[in-house]
């Protein structure tokens, strides 16, 4: 049983920084795509943060690169969110989600095109104070 679940989110000043993680059991295949994704109030749910387990390819956005880095630890199969520079528009409730994935799939298509396939976490809240 595949089960995700995240932790780290909170209040955080304009400029500051959060690390989210996400403690990932039952995904023992490698091919496997782990990602980040937000929803605010009053919009969809997208992608900000993606990586593929078997060639450690990430994607991200316009809108977080530079400021959010994925990263893995494959000992703990937890998958880590470091954010910074943060500003307000990046308050969301934040999802960490996973998908059976062939290699060769080009990664930005998991942050992308979500579909019925995907295991999500339970979410995690984030807020930028101004």
């Known amino acids: 049983q595949v089960q995700l679940v995240e932790s780290g989110g909170g209040l955080v000043q304009f400029g500051g920084s959060l690390r989210l993680s996400c403690a990932a059991s039952?995904?023992?295949?490698?091919?496997?795509?782990i990602g980040w994704f937000r929803q605010a109030p009053g919009k969809e749910r997208e992608g900000v943060s993606c990586?593929?387990?078997?060639?450690?390819?990430?994607y991200y956005p316009d809108a977080v690169k530079g400021r959010f880095t994925i990263s893995r630890d494959n000992t703990s199969n937890t998958v880590y969110l470091q954010m910074d520079s943060l500003n307000p528009e990046d308050t969301a409730v934040y999802f960490c989600?996973?998908?059976?994935?062939?290699?060769?799939?080009?990664?930005?298509?998991?942050?992308?095109?979500?579909?019925?396939?995907?295991?999500w976490g339970q979410g995690t809240q984030v807020t930028v104070s101004s």
């Open positions: 989600a996973a998908v059976f994935i062939a290699p060769t799939t080009p990664i930005q298509t998991m942050c992308n095109k979500p579909h019925s396939g995907y295991y």
């Open positions: 039952g995904l023992e295949s490698n091919n496997i795509a």
């Open positions: 990586i593929n387990r078997a060639t450690n390819n990430t």
